[in-house]
Antibody, heavy 116, light 107 residues
Framework: QIQLVQSGPELKKPGESVKISCKAS????????MHWVKQAPGKGLKWMGW????????TYADDFKGRFVFSLEASASTANLQISNLKNEDTATYFC?????????WGQGVMVTVSS | DIQMTQSPSSMSASLGDRVTITCQAS??????LIWFQQKPGKSPRPMIY???NLANGVPSRFSGSRSGSDYSLTISSLESEDMADYHC?????????FGAGTKLELK
């Protein structure tokens, strides 16, 4: 069965970096894009962008250009999200989601807490 | 960017009620809209895709419709397991954009 399994929760200080992973199984990794979605506590969903898992080319929404990097370990069917220079407002749950025509299968989410 | 205006932001309803949630698109999105259900601490679950198509395993009391730029999710007879947040997402063009969400609670 198709699964996206994300890494565990993170507690970081402002200015630090974090790397979140999303390991896919049950399908051919490079046949589908991977999207990333942010959900701040008690808030709605915000689309961050996507990565072409065949070419490795990332596309970022405007609010996520600069400190956010999407990457791949294609041999391990894994997509990664790295956030540098963390700010308090980065406190959120981050989801990966497989993209066919639309984000269909989702990871369980990773809670990142930024606090001094 | 395409703006998705979702309403209401919250609502309370009784078991058995007919419930409708709406997203209005600021530009033409064709039918490239999906509705998600999200329960606390869980990831979003696709319910309706391409505006009117029921996703796998979704009960038939859920349906989607379109009238012009307004897209609606309807639950024909509310059940307790339907209490959740609902989100719409347009995937016509990048950046994809979500509605602000609707919290559905039991009256």
């Amino acid at each position: 069965q198709i699964q996206l399994v994300q890494s565990g929760p993170e507690l970081k200080k402002p200015g630090e970096s974090v790397k979140i992973s999303c390991k896919a199984s049950g399908y051919t990794f490079t046949d589908y894009a991977m999207h990333w979605v942010k959900q701040a506590p008690g808030k709605g969903l915000k689309w961050m962008g996507w990565i072409n898992t065949y070419t490795g080319k990332p596309t970022y929404a405007d609010d996520f250009k600069g400190r956010f990097v999407f990457s791949l370990e294609a041999s391990a069917s894994t997509a990664n999200l790295q956030i540098s220079n963390l700010k308090n407002e980065d406190t959120a749950t981050y989801f990966c989601a497989r993209g066919g025509h639309y984000p269909d299968y989702w990871g369980q989410g990773v809670m990142v807490t930024v606090s001094s | 960017d395409i703006q998705m205006t979702q309403s209401p932001s919250s609502m309370s309803a009784s078991l058995g009620d007919r419930v409708t949630i709406t997203c209005q698109a600021s530009q033409d999105i064709g039918n490239n809209l999906i509705w998600f259900q999200q329960k606390p601490g869980k990831s979003p679950r696709p319910m309706i895709y391409y505006a009117t198509n029921l996703a796998n395993g979704v009960p038939s009391r859920f349906s989607g419709s379109r009238s012009g730029s307004d897209y609606s999710l309807t639950i024909s007879s509310l059940e307790s397991e339907d209490m959740a947040d609902y989100h719409c997402l347009q995937y016509k063009q990048y950046p994809y954009t979500f509605g602000a969400g609707t919290k559905l609670e039991l009256k």
